[in-house]
T-cell receptor
Framework: AQSVAQPEDQVNVAEGNPLTVKCTYS??????LFWYVQYPNRGLQFLLK??????LVKGSYGFEAEFNKSQTSFHLKKPSALVSDSALYFC?????????????FGPGTRLSVLP | DTGVSQDPRHKITKRGQNVTFRCDPI?????LYWYRQTLGQGPEFLTY????????KSRLLSDRFSAERPKGSFSTLEIQRTEQGDSAMYLC?????????????FGPGTRLTVL
């Protein structure tokens, strides 16, 4: 069964500094990996995904993520954080060709960008 | 740009009452998902439709929960005899069947409070 870990409940970073939100995963086959962001009292917004190809994936709002197969990681990064990036971030994984409950979310990491 | 919509956004009910939520997916999306999210947690899969067929149900989904998607467009989630433990955010997502690796797009959610 698939699983996702986000080892940090909270990440604090100063505005203008680079940020990293960590994610590790476990699947039997080829992973499809996703990052979503959630603002207070809102649904999840899709940021980016890795399906195949280049290990560095670029997404919305200047975010990018790097797929590392040997470390089973898919860390979210941004070169220069904004206060408006403060939100809850979820990593999710599903196995290629599996749907439904095989789309598993991590517990979330709260990002606080301090002015 | 019409995204996924959910109605109502908030619902307060007394224990033992029945509630029904509606989800309108993005119009060309064939797949529709329901998730439940409690405070500080990632979304948990409840059920999934492809067109009008309900293909999977989570073991989390008790007999008090039922979902329908009668014409393959909008969906409803009904909770009968609500319990305080049902208090959560109920999220709906939709995805196309081809081209995006089942990238799910979420609605704003319905927040249920059971008193």
């Amino acid at each position: 069964a698939q699983s996702v870990a986000q080892p940090e409940d909270q990440v604090n970073v100063a505005e203008g500094n680079p940020l990293t939100v960590k994610c590790t995963y476990s699947v039997s086959g080829n992973p499809y990996l996703f990052w979503y962001v959630q603002y207070p009292n809102r649904g999840l917004q899709f940021l980016l995904k890795y399906i195949t190809g280049d290990n560095l994936v670029k997404g919305s709002y200047g975010f990018e993520a790097e797929f590392n197969k040997s470390q089973t990681s898919f860390h979210l990064k941004k070169p220069s954080a904004l206060v408006s990036d403060s939100a809850l971030y979820f990593c999710a994984v599903r196995e290629e060709d599996n749907y439904g409950q095989n789309f598993v979310f991590g517990p979330g990491t709260r990002l606080s960008v301090l002015p | 740009d019409t995204g996924v919509s959910q109605d109502p956004r908030h619902k307060i009910t007394k224990r033992g009452q029945n509630v029904t939520f509606r989800c309108d997916p993005i119009s060309e999306h064939n797949r529709l998902y329901w998730y439940r999210q409690t405070l500080g947690q990632g979304p948990e899969f409840l059920t999934y439709f492809q067109n009008e067929a309900q293909l999977e149900k989570s073991r989390l989904l008790s007999d008090r929960f039922s979902a329908e998607r009668p014409k393959g467009s909008f969906s409803t989630l009904e909770i009968q005899r609500t319990e305080q433990g049902d208090s959560a955010m109920y999220l709906c997502a939709s995805s196309p069947t081809i081209g995006t690796a089942d990238t799910q797009y979420f609605g704003p959610g319905t927040r249920l409070t059971v008193l």
